[in-house]
């Protein structure tokens, strides 16, 4: 008579599957909420109407629609993978705010801030990627 322990085999191996499953969304959802946390915090203080930011640096608040714009969508897209999206909705703006350059409204011509915009994305990336392993880490 031959014995198998193949199905307590199969078991264990489906139930890792779950976890790592599991672990991978929660990882991805963490990362989603601190990419959308960090690029809000970037667009710093408050700027008075008529005020002027500085180009190169973050944008200032003024009416609070580039911070609010930022939302963020995670997605499987296979076993144990997932994306997120995330950045700011406001399109157009957004992306003139963030890189200035060919991007930017016609009343920015001539001026610092079409040369440099007022990144704001990039460096809340930059601190992301730092946060990285310790996310993953914590939920594998």
Do not use: C
Request: aromatic share 8%; proline share 6%.
């Amino acid at each position: 008579m031959i014995t198998t322990n193949l199905n307590i085999v199969i078991k264990k191996v489906s139930n890792a599957e779950i976890k790592l499953d599991s672990a991978a969304f929660a990882a991805t959802e963490e990362l989603k909420k601190a990419a959308i946390e960090l690029i809000k915090n970037e667009i710093k203080g408050t700027r008075a109407k008529g005020q002027k930011a500085t180009p190169g640096q973050p944008p200032m608040n003024r009416t609070g629609n580039l911070r609010a714009s930022v939302k963020g969508e995670a997605a499987r897209v296979g076993f144990a993978t997932y994306g997120a999206i995330v950045g700011p909705t406001v399109g157009t703006y957004a992306r003139a705010v963030e890189m200035g350059g060919k991007f930017a409204p016609p009343s920015w011509q001539g001026t610092e801030a079409k040369a440099k915009g007022f990144p704001y994305v990039k460096p809340a990336y930059i601190k992301l990627k730092a946060m990285v392993p310790a996310i993953i880490k914590r939920h594998f």
